[in-house]
């Protein structure tokens, strides 16, 4: 009987550890992904992200959430700054596979931006400026600084230098928050 016993309690043994090895293992969630680089664009329906490795286009869900600075916003007012000055920001997109929301996060800087390149073209309202990025169009103002190697100057002076170079001018253009140029710097010597 005892024989029986033990022979029975093995068997149990076994059939619990069995049974207790064969559940099935815990899903584990997809990782959350984090894109890092300038913001290239924004639509709807997603967002372009300017990276070391290229551009990536990301979606954009009814759970986005959308910041500025670190402060909750609509997605009307990244489109509106963006457009406004006509550059790029830093820009962190975080993308949660698992139903939890994507994360547009948007840094502007408040101070001054620099656009270095050449100037292509100069009127009264605007200054053009090649970059390797492409052109940048920056607004002027009735109180934008003209200078030219160093010294300050009327706008008309630039637009003479263009003119009669009849190619681009090397340049540095110093843009508010807003997109107006508070200052455009010249040189008409080597870089």
């Known amino acids: 009987m005892k024989k029986v016993v033990y022979v029975l309690l093995g068997v149990l043994l076994v059939m619990a550890m069995l049974l207790g090895g064969c559940q099935p293992a815990p899903e584990t969630p997809a990782p959350v992904q984090t894109v890092i680089g300038t913001l290239g664009g924004i639509t709807p329906s997603s967002v372009t992200v300017n990276t070391p490795g290229g551009a990536q286009v990301l979606p954009i869900t009814a759970n986005t959430e959308f910041t500025l600075n670190g402060v909750t916003c609509p997605i009307e007012e990244i489109q509106k700054i963006e457009a406004a000055t006509n550059s790029s920001y830093n820009c962190t997109v975080v993308l949660d596979p698992n139903g939890g929301g994507n994360v547009i996060d948007v840094y502007v800087s408040t101070g001054p931006r620099v656009i270095t390149g050449a100037v292509t073209s100069i009127n009264a309202s605007s ?4 970059t390797p990025g492409g052109p940048q169009v920056v607004q002027l103002n009735p109180n934008t600084d003209f200078i030219v190697n160093g010294e300050a100057c ?29 200052s455009v710097f010249v040189t008409t010597g080597p870089k």
């Open 154 to 182: 009327p706008l008309s002076d630039i637009q003479t230098i263009v003119d009669l170079t009849k190619s681009s001018v090397n340049c540095s253009v110093v843009f508010d928050y807003g997109g107006a140029a508070q």
């Open 127 to 130: 200054v053009t400026v090649s």
